[in-house]
């Protein structure tokens, strides 16, 4: 079984550490035959493509600001559903937790269906409202529609469809001066 992962579990998983800017890839397969040892294995291939954003949001900003987010995918792309939020994990930190904070993502959906390639703009909101030295993450969330890359399971001779959905992430660091 392939299940979406957005990267958020990773960044959660392995906090503190700088963000990547290569991107992160997830890449999951799960059976319950792990080895193939019940006699009916089965063989697949996959193939993993990067999709840069033409524009990503910085690393780390003072203050805030506005920060565009531009991408288009190789794909048809039915609908977009983009959020702000801050992630729990780093709430664990005094000043992630405690920082007053605003931040928003506009358009918050687009409907479509688009043509494969069409460019996605998105202005992404941070304010960060906290004493100096205080900082916090934000993470922008996109779940993304692509009815031509389904994701199926198989159980016994049938398959069935999972999701069309994908979930693509960037996130900032707003630090107080």
Do not use: C
């Amino acid at each position: 079984m392939v299940r979406e992962v957005p990267a958020v579990d990773y960044r959660n998983d392995m906090y503190p550490h700088s963000k990547p800017e290569m991107g992160v890839f997830a890449f999951v397969v799960r059976s319950v035959l792990f080895d193939g040892s019940a006699g009916d294995s089965e063989t697949f291939s996959a193939v993993a493509r990067v999709l840069p954003a033409s524009q990503k949001l910085p690393a780390s900003v003072t203050n805030g600001g506005t920060f565009p987010i531009r991408y288009s995918l190789p794909y048809i792309v039915y609908n977009i559903y983009a959020d702000a939020w801050r992630p729990w994990t780093p709430m664990l930190d005094y000043d992630q937790q405690y920082t007053p904070a605003s931040y928003y993502i506009s358009p918050s959906t687009v409907w479509g269906p688009f043509p494969s390639n069409t460019q996605f703009t998105f202005n992404f909101y941070v304010w960060n409202y906290g004493a100096s030295g205080q900082k916090f993450d934000v993470s922008a969330v996109f779940r993304v529609r692509l009815p031509s890359l389904p994701v199926h399971y198989r159980y016994y001779n049938s398959y069935y469809k999972i999701t069309d959905y994908y979930v693509f992430e960037d996130w900032i660091r707003v630090v107080k001066p």
